[in-house]
C-alpha cells in the first residue's frame, strides 16, 4: 500500500507555509545567524553603523532588531515554531553599545 502524500508539508521538514515564511526573509530565532542578522538589519537599517553591530553581541541584536513574525509547523512531529524577521529600528550605535554592555 502506497503512503499517501501530506499536503501542504515539504518532506519531514516543514510546512509550505513555513517555506514561504523562509522566502519572505523570516525564520526560527535559533536560525538567525551573526553574518546573515548584521546583512539583513543593514538592509532595513542603512543608516545604522555597521561597526557597533558587528562589536555588539548576537542575542542583543537578535532582541533589538527581530519581530515577531507568526508560527508554523517545523519537522516531523509538527511541532509550532516562531518565526521572527528584521524590523526597521533608529537605535544609534550608541544604543547598541549600551544595550550590548548592559546585556539587554
Known amino acids: 500500500m502506497k503512503k499517501k502524500k501530506k499536503k501542504g508539508y515539504i518532506r519531514n521538514y516543514m510546512s509550505v507555509r ?5 522566502d ?5 530565532w535559533t536560525l538567525w ?16 553603523d555597521r561597526e557597533a553591530l558587528e562589536a555588539a553581541d548576537p542575542d542583543t541584536l537578535k532582541k533589538m532588531y ?9 519537522g516531523s512531529d509538527y511541532r509550532e515554531t516562531k518565526f521572527y524577521r ?9 544604543d547598541i553599545a549600551a544595550a550590548s554592555f548592559c546585556g539587554t
Not at 86 to 94: F, G, H, K, L, P
Open 33 to 48: 545567524g551573526e553574518k546573515k542578522l548584521v546583512v539583513e538589519i543593514m538592509k532595513k537599517n542603512p543608516g545604522v
Open 18 to 22: 513555513a517555506k514561504e515564511a523562509f
Open 86 to 94: 528584521v524590523c526597521r529600528r533608529d537605535y544609534t550605535a550608541d
Open 24 to 28: 519572505r526573509g523570516e525564520k526560527p
Open 66 to 74: 527581530l519581530g515577531y513574525a507568526g508560527w508554523h509547523h517545523m
